[in-house]
């Protein structure tokens, strides 16, 4: 005879947060500061020129510096262009970048006078 109540979970949901947590550092993105310095060397030296490779979609030539992604070819680069997302992360790019001493003020580690 089977006692009626409720089922015993099959697992444990620790094992679905360490899944989700993994998926969210292995697409991980740069930085605003990282992408705003990427900016700055492409603005001082000019275009990069970006060596093949075979693990990136293009083989790592179709590149949106203010995004930070590759794309597969010239068509869906173009096509990213016009998109909200991309016009957002080009103003957001185009802010003034924020030194340490501000954001050590911000936290409240630096002197207000």
Do not use: S, W
Request: aromatic residues 6%; contains cysteine; proline residues 4%.
């Amino acid at each position: 005879r089977a006692a009626m109540g409720r089922y015993r979970p099959k697992r444990t949901q620790k094992g679905k947060l360490d899944h989700k947590k993994a998926i969210k550092l292995k697409r991980r993105k740069k930085d605003l500061d990282q992408i705003q310095d990427e900016i700055k060397l492409v603005m001082k030296k000019g275009p990069l020129k970006r060596a093949f490779d075979p693990d990136l979609p293009g083989l790592g030539q179709f590149y949106c510096i203010h995004c930070a992604r590759y794309f597969i070819n010239e068509k869906t680069l173009r096509a990213h262009m016009k998109t909200k997302d991309h016009k957002k992360q080009v103003k957001k790019t185009q802010e003034k970048q924020y030194t340490q001493k501000e954001a050590e003020e911000a936290a409240g580690l630096g002197t207000a006078n």
